[in-house]
Nanobody, 124 residues
Framework: QVQLVESGGGLVQAGGSLRLSCVYSGRTFPGQCMGWFRQVPGKEREFVATIGWSNYNTDHGDSVRGRFTVSRDNAKNTVYLQMNNLEPADTALYLC?????????????????WGQGTQVTVSS
């Protein structure tokens, strides 16, 4: 089992920034693929970002590319999501996820473990 705990969400004005953190523990392995997704009630879970072993092995969703950056600190077992120039459309519950594989994925059904999420609300 892998445990994931997100933090860093909150209320921010449009144009502002937030940094989310996800601390992972349990049966993890080096290079394990980690991902960020977001969900709004009544809508499907949306891919935000994914990262492999290094900060050079990443992918970001089209709606956030250029504004959000995923990174990780393997020594701290933590994955981050730096969110800049936030928009009201970014309002969602942000979820951290882990795959039982090293290959990156944008599909939520390919992730095996999920955190409880942290709420991000962007006001106009």
């Amino acid at each position: 089992q892998v445990q994931l705990v997100e933090s860093g969400g909150g209320l921010v004005q449009a144009g502002g920034s937030l940094r989310l953190s996800c601390v992972y523990s349990g049966r993890t392995f080096p290079g394990q693929c980690m991902g960020w997704f977001r969900q709004v009630p009544g809508k499907e879970r949306e891919f935000v970002a994914t990262i492999g072993w290094s900060n050079y092995n990443t992918d970001h969703g089209d709606s956030v590319r250029g504004r959000f950056t995923v990174s990780r600190d393997n020594a701290k077992n933590t994955v981050y999501l730096q969110m800049n120039n936030l928009e009201p459309a970014d309002t969602a519950l942000y979820l951290c996820a882990a795959r039982s594989a090293a290959i990156l994925s944008v599909r939520p059904d390919e992730y095996d473990y999920w955190g409880q999420g942290t709420q991000v609300t962007v006001s106009s």
